[in-house]
């Protein structure tokens, strides 16, 4: 569902707030310029729940939005060689890049942002406020960004999580155990043997 009274295609994602030192406490202070610049700039969409920083979030949103009534007013961590594909370009920052990407595909109404502190929201308001989908060559770059981290963050976990206490796919004895609990019913047998082909070559 989709309300007209929500602007633009921008939301704040209230998960990812600016906290205190302490590591538990949201830092309103911080938030409350965060969402004055939201507002200012004339978006509108704040995305929160019970769960967010620990059933604090919407606790921190209220405040702030009260408050500001009653005055009046990590896919950025690259690698180093897909960082430097966005690079190239001399654009915006490598979160732009993301953020734009998924808002330029037809029928998305609403790209949400998790943001930890206010330059993070300048950034992020520099771009969307007036915002220009990826160009062709901007896409390619993109993409080309995916391929690479793609080919990191698989290897990573592959090799350094996922497998290291557990044997890696071929070590699988077949015994057919996994698939009978498999929510999804997968065919997980099948589909080990394709693991090696991607992940151990």
């Given at each position: 569902m989709y309300f007209d009274e929500v602007k633009k295609n921008f939301g704040f994602g209230c998960m990812r707030l600016p906290m205190?030192?302490?590591?538990?406490d949201v830092d309103i202070a911080e938030t409350t310029k965060m969402v004055d610049l939201f507002l200012e700039q004339g978006f509108n969409y704040f995305d929160t729940a019970h769960g967010y920083l620990g059933?604090?979030?919407?606790?921190?949103?209220?405040?702030?939005?009260?408050?500001r009534h009653k005055e009046g007013g990590n896919l950025v961590n690259l690698p180093d060689d897909?960082?430097?594909?966005?690079?190239d370009l001399h654009g915006g920052s490598t979160a732009s890049y993301a953020v734009r990407f998924a808002a330029s595909f037809e029928g998305i109404r609403m790209v949400l942002s998790g943001m930890s502190n206010?330059?993070?929201?300048?950034?992020?308001?520099?771009?969307m406020k007036d915002f220009k989908p990826l160009d062709e060559r901007e896409m390619a770059a993109v993409k080309a960004?995916?391929?690479?981290?793609?080919?990191?963050?698989?290897d990573y976990y592959y090799n350094q999580v996922h497998t290291v206490h557990n044997g890696k796919a071929p070590a699988c004895i077949r015994c057919g155990k996994c698939e009978k609990v498999c929510p999804q019913h997968l065919?997980?047998?099948e589909l080990l043997k394709e693991v090696p082909k991607e992940f151990e070559k």
């Open positions: 205190m030192e302490n590591g538990t059933e604090k979030s919407e606790l921190a949103l209220k405040e702030c939005l009260t408050s897909a960082k430097k594909i966005l690079d206010l330059e993070q929201m300048n950034d992020n308001l520099s771009y960004v995916a391929d690479v981290f793609h080919d990191w963050n698989a065919k997980i047998r």
